[in-house]
């Protein structure tokens, strides 16, 4: 009698070993799923209200903020590895804010693309500012999605060459691979960034 009492505390303790190694592993799992070396934030009114493209004889409507979130997560994550999309909650390494605009000229066919990345560290602490710049020939009667996502993607290659370029923001990004946890950038900080203004036209 007593042996199995001896028995069945010995298979409690181990439960209860394992149960503590599987909740810790729980959360280092949530934990690293979200922190991202990078986190990519585009303005709630770019996913909400559409811009309108001016031609002579009919407009344009189009969101900018899917159609950049998609090439710009694609190209740093590129660049840079582990990028991820702001949400509540989360935390990276670093934040990089995207501010599109676009505008088309009928008049030479040109769409017009300009995105510019700032990117912060910790709580608020300004890393730079860069601006990517593109032009891309097309119509807006024939296939204008396929030109858009060009002009945004080519705009997002430039800024990403423009941020490889400067040494000093790499050397900081670099530095963060073995930051403390507490000093990580959270998506909260978001809400102090400037609310963007609403225009028919981003130019």
């Given amino acids: 009698m007593?042996?199995?009492?001896?028995k069945l505390i010995a298979l409690l303790a181990i439960g209860a070993?394992?149960?503590?190694?599987?909740?810790?592993?729980?959360?280092?799992?949530?934990?690293?799923?979200?922190?991202?070396?990078?986190?990519v934030y585009i303005q709630p009114v770019d996913y909400t209200n559409p811009i309108r493209l001016w031609h002579p004889y009919y407009d344009y409507w189009t969101y900018q903020g899917p159609v950049l979130e998609k090439v710009a997560v694609s190209q740093l994550a590129d660049a840079?590895?582990?990028?991820?999309?702001?949400?509540?909650n989360q935390s990276g390494k670093a934040l990089v804010w995207l501010q599109p605009k676009l505008f088309y000229n009928p008049q030479v066919q040109l769409f017009y693309g300009?995105?510019?990345?700032?990117?912060?560290?910790g709580i608020g602490e300004h890393l730079g500012e860069y601006v990517g710049k593109s032009q891309v020939r097309g119509?807006?009667?024939?296939?204008?999605?396929a030109s858009i996502e060009q002009t945004y993607?080519?705009?997002?290659?430039?800024?990403?060459?423009?941020?490889?370029a400067d040494q000093p923001l790499q050397a900081r990004l670099e530095a963060t691979t073995q930051v403390n946890p507490a000093d990580?950038?959270?998506?909260?900080?978001v809400t102090l960034f400037?609310?963007?203004k609403i225009k028919a036209m981003s130019f």
């Fill in 139 to 145: 119509f807006l009667s024939r296939h204008a999605e």
């Fill in 114 to 121: 300009e995105v510019t990345a700032s990117v912060y560290k």
């Fill in 194 to 196: 400037p609310t963007k």
């Fill in 80 to 88: 840079y590895g582990d990028v991820g999309v702001c949400e509540v």
């Fill in 2 to 6: 007593k042996l199995n009492v001896i």
């Fill in 17 to 39: 070993s394992l149960n503590v190694q599987a909740a810790e592993d729980v959360n280092h799992d949530v934990n690293r799923q979200n922190s991202s070396k990078l986190l």
């Fill in 184 to 189: 990580h950038t959270p998506c909260g900080m």
């Fill in 153 to 164: 993607a080519a705009a997002v290659a430039d800024l990403v060459a423009k941020m490889q």
